[in-house]
């Protein structure tokens, strides 16, 4: 299993940034993020192919998320700008070699490896 620890979370006004990040421990085909609000299920955020050339995000981050890789670092990074309170959960790298993009990556059951999470708050 990929070991994956992320960073960057923290408590931010809002219209802020942040800029997540995740290390793994070893090469994985894809890449995202999930967040899991208080009293919610985790829910998709984004996820981005090894080459970068595909990405996907949920409606309610599209234009205000960025995500990204560097597959040098074997990293993935999620830029998040204009933050709102409906962005504050608790975000989870994770990864999958079996995923199919544009198809199923929105589907927790899809991704074989998971951080451990870091808190994201945006106070009003």
């Known amino acids: 299993q990929v070991k994956l620890e992320e960073s960057g979370g923290g408590v931010v006004q809002v219209g802020g940034s942040l800029r997540l990040s995740c290390e793994a421990s070893?090469?994985?085909?894809?890449m995202g993020w999930f967040r899991q609000a208080p009293g919610q299920e985790r829910q998709f955020v984004a996820v981005?192919?090894?080459?970068?050339?595909?990405?996907f995000y949920t409606d309610s981050v599209k234009g205000r998320f960025t995500i990204s890789r560097d597959n040098a670092k074997n990293a993935v990074y999620l830029q998040m700008n204009d933050l709102t309170p409906e962005d504050t959960a608790v975000y989870y790298c994770?990864?999958?070699?079996?995923?199919?993009?544009?198809?199923?990556?929105?589907?927790?059951?899809?991704?074989?490896?998971w951080g451990q999470g870091t808190q994201v708050t945006v106070s009003r």
């Open positions: 994770a990864t999958s070699d079996s995923v199919t993009l544009g198809g199923n990556h929105a589907e927790m059951r899809e991704y074989e490896s």
């Open positions: 070893t090469s994985t085909y894809a």
């Open positions: 981005i192919s090894w080459s970068g050339g595909m990405t």
